[in-house]
């Protein structure tokens, strides 16, 4: 168990649609990075939020967007989905002091389905 | 040329024998290292991580890192069937602390 916890677990959407997906950090930890992985790659780091604020972002379209809230949870939101962006999407905190990364610590993933 | 890159395997080994997994990364100025273990439909877990030249041993694991040469590794000893699922090696990129994880090594350890 890493404290990470995400939420829905399952959905489905159709083209179009718009998603949320939210993440609750854990206790102590003040960064969110979100990651989108495709059945047999590697996680896709989509982008970063610290302290609010988004620190860098991965080669995704600006329909990928995100907040950070004062309690450090976040969602990631994604518009006008598309086939392509069926992947688990991944939430991951992190400790980060003084420009160092500290190591990620998942949660159990949301698994997206565009139809 | 791809950030982190790891052979996508299988990479095939008996049980008890030593596992190992390789990595490479692109940007000289990374300064954090980790393997990260997936098994099959779930979230990756930290096994370990590395800052510094050398190798790092806990338990069975050993990472070991060449900065000269952008190189990272994982040892496994007397492997064992649990042992089996996906390792995947991440970096961090240091001009915005961003983490990049490579596709990943499938683990197949034969009992």
């Known amino acids: 168990e890493t404290g990470v916890t995400q939420s829905p677990t399952h959905l489905i959407k159709t083209r179009g649609q718009q998603v949320t997906l939210r993440c609750s950090s854990q206790?102590?930890?003040?960064?969110v990075s979100w990651y989108q992985q495709a059945l047999g790659q590697g996680p896709q780091f989509i982008f970063q939020y610290y302290r609010e604020e988004e620190n860098g972002r991965g080669n995704f379209p600006p329909r990928f967007s995100g907040l950070q809230f004062p309690n450090y949870s976040s969602e990631l939101n994604v518009n006008a989905l598309e086939l392509d962006d069926s992947a688990l999407y991944l939430c991951a905190s992190s400790f980060q002091a003084g420009g160092h990364t500290g190591e990620l610590f998942f949660g159990e993933g949301s698994r997206l389905t565009v139809l | 040329q791809k950030e982190v890159e790891q052979n996508s395997g299988p990479l095939s080994v008996p049980e008890g024998a030593i596992a190992s997994l390789n990595c490479t990364y692109s940007d000289r100025g990374s300064q954090s290292f980790f393997w990260y273990r997936q098994y099959s439909g779930k979230s990756p877990e930290l096994i370990m991580f590395i800052y510094s030249n050398g190798d790092k041993e806990d338990g069975r694991f050993t990472a070991q890192l060449n900065k000269a040469s952008q190189y990272v590794s994982l040892l496994i000893r007397d492997s064992q069937p649990s042992d089996s699922a996906t390792y995947l090696c991440a970096v961090s990129v240091n001009r915005d602390d961003k983490i990049i994880f490579g596709k990943g090594t499938r683990l197949h350890i034969l009992p």
């Open positions: 206790s102590g930890h003040n960064t």
